[in-house]
């Protein structure tokens, strides 16, 4: 595979699986590693944004990081898609919740992005991008979710710049009055670099935090609500 290593992965061709896991954290990357994958060995350390790659229930699979923004999940899922070969990213993180529908808890599939970025504006297109998620990987989470008995809600999301807004900024209003689940910093930039490459994605989304009513999870609870969804993406791996 042409240009590898890049200069954000230092791993040897075939070092990934077909299908990557990407949570934000590189901490929550060796968590997945050392709690689902066998034989899971660390194949990019850069910048400590770890990546393994093992098998689950005997299928190769990687997990690698995202890092927090739309800036850094556009690198390392342009390197993966581009000079790695990887098919399947399969986003695992977060979200605060925008609709009065949602709870804490909740795992939400992101169908579509909506985003105040301006990550796009690289294709040079006279319109609006609306970059979607993959359906078979849709299709895969919502019959993983059913077996494993998993309330997934599908639907579509936000992809922010701005997680601490200032000023008279707020999209909320428009947002909720859309239909929109929920906001992270992620999923736009993912699905069009997977729409460019002719690859698939999708984010999967914890509900951590609830900006309709204030509350957010305890940090203990994140690791047990962190853990079903983990199960449904490694069930569709
Ligand atoms: N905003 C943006 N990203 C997030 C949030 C939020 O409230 N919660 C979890 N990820």
């Known amino acids: ?32 590693a050392e709690t689902y994958l066998e034989n899971a060995e660390l194949v990019n350390n850069v910048r400590g944004v770890q990546g393994y790659t093992g098998t689950y ?6 997990v690698m990081a995202s890092g927090m923004g739309m800036p850094s999940i556009g690198i390392y899922s342009y390197e993966l898609f581009n000079c790695y070969g990887v098919e399947n990213i ?17 795992v939400v599939a992101g169908m579509s992005a909506y985003t105040d970025s301006n990550y796009g504006h690289q294709f040079n297109f006279h319109g609006t991008l609306a970059p979607a998620c993959s359906y078979k990987l849709l299709s895969d989470a ?28 707020s999209s909320t209003p428009i947002l909720q009055k859309l239909g929109i689940m929920c906001v992270e910093m992620e999923a736009y930039a993912l699905y069009l670099n997977a729409a460019a490459a ?14 309709v009513t204030g509350e957010s999870l305890p940090a203990e609870d994140r690791q047990t609500t962190f853990t079903r969804m983990m199960e449904i993406a490694l069930e569709i791996a």
């Open 142 to 169: 919502v019959a993983a979710a059913d077996k494993l008995g998993v309330p997934i809600v599908p639907g579509p999301i936000y992809s922010s710049d701005v997680f601490y807004a200032q000023g008279d900024y």
């Open 198 to 211: 002719g690859k698939n994605a999708l984010a999967l989304l914890t509900i951590s935090d609830s900006l």
């Open 57 to 62: 229930k005997g299928k190769k699979v990687s």
């Open 90 to 106: 399969i986003r695992v993180g977060t979200a605060g919740a925008l609709s009065p529908k949602l709870h804490l808890r909740d």
């Open 1 to 32: 595979m042409a240009n590898i290593p890049t200069p954000h992965i230092n791993a040897p061709e075939g070092a990934f699986a077909r299908t990557v896991l990407m949570p934000g954290d590189p901490l929550r990357s060796k968590f997945i």
